[in-house]
Nanobody, 116 residues
Framework: QVQLVESGGGLVQPGGSLRLSCAAS????????MSWYRQAPGKERELLAT????????HYADSVRGRFTISRDNAKNTVYLQMNSLQAEDTAVYYC?????????WGQGTRVTVSS
């Protein structure tokens, strides 16, 4: 069983930046592919970025490519999402996900609000 705790959300002005963190415990972190998702009010949960268990490969949704960067530190059991050039449409609850074959674990989410 893996427990995930996101942090780093908050209120930011358009054009600003935030870095989200997701700390994992209870499992072998370096076995899991990690991803960030978000869910805006009234919308489905959207996959934003994925990083392999070793960190050697990443993938991004078109909506965030070039603005967001996913990274991980396996020594700290933590995955990050650096978000730059934030816009109002990035307002959502952001979730991290740990995946290993058929196993999926979710954090409780951290809210990001982009507003002036």
């Amino acid at each position: 069983q893996v427990q995930l705790v996101e942090s780093g959300g908050g209120l930011v002005q358009p054009g600003g930046s935030l870095r989200l963190s997701c700390a994992a415990s209870g499992g072998t972190f370096n076995r899991y592919r990690m991803s960030w998702y978000r869910q805006a009010p009234g919308k489905e949960r959207e996959l934003l970025a994925t990083i392999t268990n070793t960190g050697d490969s990443t993938h991004y949704a078109d909506s965030v490519r070039g603005r967001f960067t996913i990274s991980r530190d396996n020594a700290k059991n933590t995955v990050y999402l650096q978000m730059n050039s934030l816009q109002a449409e990035d307002t959502a609850v952001y979730y991290c996900n740990a995946n290993l074959v058929q196993l999926n674990y979710w954090g409780q989410g951290t809210r990001v609000t982009v507003s002036s």
